[in-house]
């Protein structure tokens, strides 16, 4: 499984577009990138996945790069409500294969 | 609501103790797996059941064992307990193909005194 690197924590103010890039020098072909998002407390929740370019759903958009060596999750306008740890995966989690979600990047949102 | 179910929401128990976490995947989702998220820490991989089989192990304890039951439920079993083990432990749940994600349960949270 494709080792991933994300910031440990990003502070936001309100409204603005938040960007979290994840990096994943040892992506498989096969490999796929899949955001989620953690409240305290609770599970974690998916937001979005990709295999290449981009991809967009009501809730954020996730940016691709050619070589897939990196994503970032594009988080429009945020609100308070969206501080949470996101977390990159990076891997066929279809397989029999181990899963592992890292530390996250804990995001601050501030008013 | 992911359609994970798990039980108790809270546990609280001495050291030495063995206690059972139970897991109920989503409707149609053959595989579960169970993490451990101490405090401020990332989530740990714990071990994957699919349809009734172990599939893969993580940074599971000795003193911790899993199964899943012909039902697909699972449990998770901690025994030995030390005040370390005090975790939120999560079970998540999924079909299993290539792009499917993973549905988390709400979590139980296990308090060792």
């Known amino acids: 499984l494709a080792k991933t690197t994300q910031p440990i924590s990003m502070d936001s103010y309100e409204g603005q577009e938040v960007n979290i890039t994840c990096s994943h020098n040892?992506?498989?072909?096969?490999?796929?990138i899949t955001w989620y998002q953690q409240f305290p407390s609770q599970g974690p929740r998916f937001i979005i996945q990709g295999y290449k370019t981009k991809v967009t759903n009501e809730v954020a958009s996730l940016f691709i790069p050619a070589d897939r060596k990196s994503s970032t999750l594009s988080l429009p306008r945020v609100s308070l409500s969206d501080t949470a740890v996101y977390y990159c995966?990076?891997?066929?989690?279809?397989?029999?294969?181990?899963?592992?979600f890292g530390t996250g990047t804990k995001l601050q949102v501030i008013p | 609501d992911s359609g994970v179910t798990q039980t108790p929401k809270h546990l609280i128990t001495a050291t030495g103790q063995r206690v059972t976490l139970r897991c109920s995947p989503r409707?149609?989702?053959?595989?579960v797996y169970w993490y451990q998220q101490s405090l401020d820490q990332g989530l740990q991989f714990l071990i994957q059941?699919?349809?009734?089989?172990?599939?893969a192990k993580g940074n599971i304890l000795e003193r911790f064992s899993a199964q899943q039951f012909p039902d697909l439920h699972s449990e998770l079993n901690l025994s030995s307990l030390e005040l370390g083990d005090s975790a939120l432990y999560f079970c998540?749940?999924?079909?299993?193909?290539?792009?499917?994600?993973?549905?988390f349960g709400p979590g139980t949270r296990l308090t060792v005194l």
């Open positions: 409707s149609g989702d053959l595989s």
């Open positions: 995966l990076v891997g066929v989690t279809g397989g029999y294969q181990k899963v592992t």
């Open positions: 059941y699919y349809n009734g089989e172990e599939r």
């Open positions: 998540a749940s999924r079909k299993n193909s290539d792009t499917d994600t993973q549905y």
């Open positions: 040892n992506i498989a072909t096969n490999d796929y």
